[in-house]
C-alpha cells in the first residue's frame, strides 16, 4: 500500500530527529498531486505508531493544493484532485508549479525532563523540532 510506505518514511524521519525521546506528533506537508489519501495515511500511521517512541503519537497532515500552468494559455489552475489540466480552457499541457510536496516539517517531542506533578494537560511546554526533509520518491 502506498501510504503504508509513507508512513514508514515519515517514522524513521521523525525517529531519526527524535533521538532518545518519545514522538508526540509529526508535521507532515502533502501535495494533493501525490494522491496520498490522508485518511489512509493517518489509518496506516496508527498501524506504523505501535512501536517504541511513537506509541499514542498523532500524524497532522496539512495539503498543499496542486497549482498548475498553462501552457498554451498561460492561466494558472489550482487543482484540488489529480486532474492535470488547464481550468480555464481545459488544455493538457500543464506544467506543475506545486502540489507535489512530501516533506515532514516538524515533530513534537516529549520533554526531556519528566513532567512535574498536578500539570495539567495542556500545561507541559512540547519541543518542537524542525525538520523540514524533502524526500522524493522514484
Ligand atoms: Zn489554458
Redesign the pocket.
Known amino acids: 500500500m502506498h501510504e503504508l510506505s509513507i508512513s514508514n518514511a515519515i517514522a524513521t524521519v521523525a525517529l531519526d530527529h527524535a533521538g532518545e525521546r518519545d514522538v508526540r506528533s509529526v508535521q507532515v506537508r502533502v501535495g494533493v498531486l501525490r494522491q496520498i489519501v490522508p485518511e489512509s495515511l493517518t489509518f496506516c500511521w496508527e498501524v506504523v505508531s505501535r512501536q517504541p517512541r511513537l506509541v499514542g503519537s498523532t500524524l497532522e497532515i496539512e495539503q498543499v493544493p496542486g497549482v498548475v500552468e498553462?501552457s498554451?494559455?498561460?492561466?494558472r489552475s489550482t487543482l484540488t484532485e489529480y486532474v492535470l489540466r488547464?481550468l480555464?480552457?481545459?488544455?493538457g499541457l500543464v506544467k506543475v508549479l506545486s502540489g507535489e510536496e512530501f516533506l515532514v516539517t516538524s515533530i513534537d517531542v516529549a520533554s526531556a525532563d519528566p513532567p512535574s506533578a498536578g500539570v495539567t494537560s495542556g500545561g507541559t511546554p512540547k519541543d518542537r523540532m524542525p525538520v523540514g526533509t524533502e524526500r522524493k520518491e522514484g
Do not use: F, M
Open positions: 498553462c498554451d494559455c498561460g492561466a488547464c480555464a480552457c481545459g488544455s
